[in-house]
């Protein structure tokens, strides 16, 4: 599986504390191996976002992906207000 970044999460990661990349790189690396992952809360999301899916980061933060065939686009990372 062959994950991109879109420029949108590029500028938001940028944003983050250190300790919150930190532990967004740990959970990357376990979507990594299993995108479906217990640890990561992976789930569908819905209304006009309903072809996303996203994983928990902490109880805070999620990052919003899409699955291109059989490959990943990461789009944004953030709190809940990245679902709007």
Known sequence: MKINYHPRF??????LSLSIK???EVKECIFRKNPF????KTHKLHGKIKNLWSFSID?????VFEF???DVII???GNHEIYR
């Open 68 to 70: 291109d065939n059989s």
């Open 37 to 40: 992952d217990r640890r990561l």
């Open 59 to 63: 109880a805070k933060y999620r990052v």
């Open 10 to 15: 590029i500028n938001s990661y940028k944003k």
């Open 75 to 77: 789009l944004d990372v």
């Open 22 to 24: 930190n532990k967004a």
